[in-house]
């Protein structure tokens, strides 16, 4: 077994501790490469049943949906796992990206005519620091480190593995689930409701 001590750091995104305070927001504008817009997000989890909100933040998937659908091959994923924002250069603007990624994170700024997203402040994290977002969160909701250090700390389970349809994502950040199943479902049928399923008339 590996010592706690050399095992890699990993992100780690446990929404039910987000208390909404967007501080993961403000530290992450102030990130030199950001130019003052925040490349993470609080979004409602249940906006008609409750005000909790969760962070939202690149995925980093193994085989990034944003990258395959890219016609200027923009976008590209370091060795180590990191999807980058879209190269300047190349980013064209055609918002395939924003449209192709199951967890709705590319953004397209039209000032800029591009492409950016959380790079898991890669400045940082590729020197041992951890990304502005884990750095402030006061709940940590947001954690930075070994996987056994936050499994010891929480009674929830970290887990990378996700299924949209037929298909089966693997990614770098864990998301915290009450769940003890290896991959999560998350076919968006399952959230529609079942009333605006039914079979209808046809027109006559």
């Given at each position: 077994?590996?010592?706690?001590?050399?095992?890699?750091?990993?992100?780690?995104?446990?929404?039910?501790?987000?208390?909404?305070?967007?501080?993961?927001?403000?530290?992450?504008?102030?990130?030199?490469?950001?130019?003052?817009?925040?490349?993470?997000?609080?979004?409602?989890?249940?906006?008609?049943?409750?005000?909790?909100?969760?962070?939202?933040?690149?995925?980093?998937?193994?085989?990034?949906?944003?990258?395959?659908?890219?016609?200027?091959?923009?976008?590209?994923?370091?060795?180590?796992?990191?999807?980058?924002?879209s190269q300047k250069s190349r980013c064209i603007g055609c918002s395939n990206c924003q449209i192709a990624c199951p967890f709705g994170v590319p953004k397209i700024?039209?000032?800029?005519?591009?492409?950016?997203?959380?790079?898991?402040?890669?400045?940082?994290?590729?020197?041992?620091?951890?990304?502005?977002?884990?750095?402030?969160?006061?709940?940590?909701?947001?954690?930075?480190?070994?996987?056994?250090?936050?499994?010891?700390?929480?009674?929830?389970?970290?887990?990378?593995?996700?299924?949209?349809?037929?298909?089966?994502?693997?990614?770098?950040?864990?998301?915290?689930?009450?769940?003890?199943?290896?991959?999560?479902?998350?076919?968006?049928?399952?959230?529609?409701?079942?009333?605006?399923?039914?079979?209808?008339?046809?027109?006559?």
């Amino acid at each position: 077994m590996t010592p706690v001590d050399q095992e890699e750091n990993d992100l780690f995104v446990d929404p039910q501790r987000c208390i909404g305070c967007r501080a993961c927001e403000a530290a992450c504008s102030e990130c030199s490469t950001h130019r003052g817009v925040p490349m993470i997000h609080l979004e409602p989890l249940d906006p008609f049943e409750s005000v909790k909100t969760g962070p939202t933040l690149c995925m980093h998937c193994d085989d990034p949906a944003c990258a395959a659908v890219c016609p200027a091959d923009a976008i590209k994923r370091t060795e180590d796992g990191i999807v980058q924002s879209s190269q300047k250069s190349r980013c064209i603007g055609c918002s395939n990206c924003q449209i192709a990624c199951p967890f709705g994170v590319p953004k397209i700024y039209k000032a800029r005519a591009q492409m950016n997203k959380c790079d898991m402040c890669y400045d940082r994290t590729s020197t041992g620091l951890k990304p502005m977002c884990a750095t402030v969160c006061p709940s940590e909701a947001i954690f930075f480190g070994p996987k056994s250090q936050i499994e010891s700390m929480r009674k929830n389970k970290a887990n990378n593995q996700f299924q949209f349809g037929g298909q089966k994502i693997t990614t770098k950040v864990y998301v915290m689930m009450d769940t003890s199943e290896e991959t999560i479902d998350m076919d968006v049928m399952d959230f529609m409701s079942s009333s605006g399923l039914e079979e209808k008339e046809p027109w006559a």
